[in-house]
């Protein structure tokens, strides 16, 4: 009977001392993983923080380019008009409306782009891509305004 209550309080402590091990563990297994999550947000901050100074560069460098753009229209179209001031009264009539038109249709480009502000990066691509759809319309507009096609 010595030898079961011996064994039983040897068993008993065995058990308190690894279930208190356990807790211990487990407290270090949380604390653990709290400090990866911790990390984990912290790379994620960082990740964001360059996607979006990569997304202000991008957005840099592409208004550059479309400023450079709808001043060149800007120049052509100012140089068809004076080119067409002295033809044909009839044509000259008709290139007027259609010249006027692109340069409503530039302008508002211009206004378009200057009003941008960054919302992310699925609204910046679809801008983007909306804008040089736009742009390039305005470009082959004025290409067939220009081509004679005999």
Excluded: P
Excluded at 52 to 68: Q, R, V
Excluded at 107 to 130: R, V
């Amino acid at each position: 009977m010595k030898n079961i209550i011996i064994g039983s309080t040897l068993l008993l402590t065995i058990t308190i001392f690894t279930g208190c091990q356990s807790s211990e563990k487990k407290a270090k297994n949380a604390e653990d993983k709290v400090m990866e999550a911790k990390q984990d947000l912290a790379d994620s901050k960082r990740d964001l923080f360059y996607i979006k100074l990569d997304t202000i560069s991008n957005y840099e460098k592409f208004k550059i380019e479309a400023e450079k753009v709808i001043i060149a229209q800007e120049k052509n179209i100012n140089e068809l008009k004076v080119k067409i001031a002295s033809d044909n009264q009839y044509i000259n009539a008709d290139y007027n409306k259609i010249l006027i038109e692109l340069e409503q249709k530039n302008s508002k480009l211009k206004i378009k782009l200057a009003n941008f502000k960054d919302s992310g990066h699925e609204q910046w691509i679809s801008f983007k891509n909306e804008f040089n759809h736009d742009i390039n319309a305005i470009g082959k507009a004025f290409k067939d305004l220009t081509t004679d096609n005999k």
